[in-house]
Nanobody, 119 residues
Framework: QVQLEESGGGLVQAGGSLRLSCATS?????????MGWYRQAPGKQRELVAS???????NYADSVKGRFTISRDNAKNTVYLQMSSLKPEDTAVYYC????????????WGQGTQVTVSS
């Protein structure tokens, strides 16, 4: 069973930065997954923030382009989300996702980490 554990969330002032990490265990094939960061604010649907494919192609929500950067370290089975110029509207629970559909394997979610941006 693949397990994902997020870390790095917390409270930060507007304009500040945080780096989220998602460590993956239970698989020797981390590199085949498209890894993504999603977020869910109170009363809102979960939305895709950023993703990075097995080949390194990245995709970002328009709301975070130019401020957030997703990266992965296949040797460490870890994906990162560097968040800069944070805004109060970035406040949400951030979830890590391992999407195995392209490789015809199961997908998995982490438990989430809270990010709170104060104004």
């Amino acid at each position: 069973q693949v397990q994902l554990e997020e870390s790095g969330g917390g409270l930060v002032q507007a304009g500040g930065s945080l780096r989220l990490s998602c460590a993956t265990s239970g698989t020797s094939f981390f590199s085949i997954y498209t890894m993504g960061w999603y977020r869910q604010a109170p009363g809102k649907q979960r939305e895709l923030v950023a993703s990075i494919s097995s080949g390194g192609s990245t995709n970002y929500a328009d709301s975070v382009k130019g401020r957030f950067t997703i990266s992965r370290d296949n040797a460490k089975n870890t994906v990162y989300l560097q968040m800069s110029s944070l805004k109060p509207e970035d406040t949400a629970v951030y979830y890590c996702n391992a999407d195995g559909r392209a490789a015809l394997v199961s997908s998995f979610w982490g438990q989430g980490t809270q990010v709170t941006v104060s104004s």
